[in-house]
């Protein structure tokens, strides 16, 4: 059930023709074991194509464009690999020279893939801009040496690491999802929602919007959901208004 003050606060802001931030894992579809089917079902994709017509919308996502649009086959706005690059009315852009590392990433997946060998379980996804190491199938007594594994990895290539919910990931250093998005806005009145530790530097960084937190945990957002399906229940109001 959607919180009266949360209403409150979007009808205020709808007046104002608010740019509309939304994370995807988590937010619009489940956290799921295989993140390789994380597909949008016909509801999400009917409603965010509703969503885009009205308000200028973006997906912002640690996935890469590629990923994302396989997953969400519309035309729709993104800011990808956690802040690094966005794509807007399908011209691409990369923050803070992160196209850089595009080499640094090819080579740390190259040492690294074996890594699957020694720890059964483990999965590794080559990103454009990062490598990420998925955990969910990983017997948790061998956690600590991977992850120590990782973290010298970062240290010897200069890169940054990021431990989220059954992932560790590599990405780019120095951007972050709350950076991008205050570029992107200007200054804009904005909705943010999300629901992992990254999405926090989005909700601090952009105190002025409305900011949810979907799903457990702390969080500095104003306003908080249960899970994706509340989240969808948002959009739904938003486009009732």
């Known amino acids: 059930m959607i919180d009266g003050q949360l209403k409150d606060a979007i009808q205020q802001i709808i007046r104002n023709d608010p740019i509309i931030f939304l994370d995807y894992d988590g937010t619009l579809v489940p956290i799921i074991m295989n993140p390789e089917d994380s597909y949008a079902d016909d509801d999400l994709k009917n409603l965010l194509s509703e969503t885009k017509a009205r308000f200028d919308t973006f997906i912002v ?7 994302i ?31 850089r590392f595009i080499p640094v990433f090819d080579e740390i997946y190259e040492v690294t893939r074996s890594w699957t060998t020694q ?27 991977l992850r ?17 919910k059954m992932i560790i990931e590599l990405r780019v250093p120095g951007v972050n999802k709350g950076s991008a998005i205050r570029s992107v806005r200007c200054g804009r009145p904005a909705i943010i929602a999300g629901d992992d530790a990254t999405d926090e530097l989005a909700f601090e960084l952009n105190e002025d919007a409305v900011t949810i937190k979907v799903g457990d945990g702390s969080s500095s957002a104003k306003f908080r959901l249960s899970d994706y399906r ?9 486009l009732s208004i």
């Open 61 to 67: 996502t640690g996935r890469s464009p590629e990923e």
């Open 69 to 99: 649009r396989r997953f969400l086959p519309i035309d729709i706005n993104l800011i990808c690999y956690h802040g690094a690059c966005s794509i807007i009315n399908g011209r691409i852009e990369y923050h803070n020279g992160s196209d």
């Open 119 to 145: 720890f059964p379980g483990l999965r590794i996804y080559r990103k454009r801009m990062a490598v990420l190491y998925h955990l969910g199938l990983m017997d948790s007594r061998f956690l600590q040496e």
């Open 148 to 164: 120590s594994k990782i973290e010298e990895m970062a240290r010897t290539r200069g890169v940054e690491v990021y431990y989220g």
């Open 230 to 238: 509340e989240m969808r229940s948002v959009l739904r109001f938003i």
